[in-house]
T-cell receptor, first 115, second 115 residues
Framework: AQSVTQLGSHVSVSEGALVLLRCNYSSSVPPYLFWYVQYPNQGLQLLLKYTTGATLVKGINGFEAEFKKSETSFHLTKPSAHMSDAAEYFCAVTSSGGSNYKLTFGKGTLLTVNP | KAGVTQTPRYLIKTRGQQVTLSCSPI?????VSWYQQTPGQGLQFLFE???????NKGNFPGRFSGRQFSNSRSEMNVSTLELGDSALYLCASSPGSPGVITEAFFGQGTRLTVV
């Protein structure tokens, strides 16, 4: 079975500060990892994904994440927070084994950006 | 290219009733997945359909069912509604080719309230 742990249900940063949202996964097979963002009363929007290849993945809106197999982590970062980044962020995992699509999500991290 | 369309956006039902939610995937996508999102349980996988066949199913009671039509549109049905079924129901579409993992694109969701 796969699982995702997002450390910190709520992260608060100042505008212009570094954003770091933590995600650790558990998977017995090579994982495929995703970060999604959700704004109030909206669906999920994909920020970035890791499937295979380069472990540093760049996404939209200046976000990036690094896949670290040894640490089973896929933390999301952004060098400088913007007010518009305030939202809830979800890390998700799936694998090529079995059927697609069955994403397993973390509980989410609510990001607050203070002016 | 049009995104994933879910209808209706909001729904209020009474306990014991049944409800049908609809999802139109991105043109050309053959996989449709459904997720339930609640504050307590987070995002949970309901089921996935590919070419009119259910490929995967989550741990939900039999009151939750779905189907997919030949044009890839999907519906999910919940019978004998309970208060605990109040949630945001999200539909996701992806190309779905077996063994190929790509990102899932989510709709804006249907907010179901059971009173």
């Amino acid at each position: 079975a796969q699982s995702v742990t997002q450390l910190g249900s709520h992260v608060s940063v100042s505008e212009g500060a570094l954003v770091l949202l933590r995600c650790n996964y558990s998977s017995s097979v090579p994982p495929y990892l995703f970060w999604y963002v959700q704004y109030p009363n909206q669906g999920l929007q994909l920020l970035l994904k890791y499937t295979t290849g380069a472990t540093l993945v760049k996404g939209i809106n200046g976000f990036e994440a690094e896949f670290k197999k040894s640490e089973t982590s896929f933390h999301l970062t952004k060098p400088s927070a913007h007010m518009s980044d305030a939202a809830e962020y979800f890390c998700a995992v799936t694998s090529s084994g079995g059927s697609n699509y069955k994403l397993t999500f973390g509980k989410g991290t609510l990001l607050t950006v203070n002016p | 290219k049009a995104g994933v369309t879910q209808t209706p956006r909001y729904l209020i039902k009474t306990r014991g009733q049944q409800v049908t939610l609809s999802c139109s995937p991105i043109s050309g996508h053959r996989s449709v997945s459904w997720y339930q999102q609640t504050p307590g349980q987070g995002l949970q996988f309901l089921f996935e359909y590919f070419s009119e066949t259910q490929r995967n199913k989550g741990n939900f009671p039999g009151r939750f069912s779905g189907r997919q039509f030949s044009n890839s549109r999907s519906e999910m049905n919940v019978s004998t509604l309970e208060l605990g079924d109040s949630a945001l129901y999200l539909c996701a579409s992806s190309p779905g080719s077996p063994g190929v993992i790509t990102e899932a694109f989510f709709g804006q969701g249907t907010r179901l309230t059971v009173v």
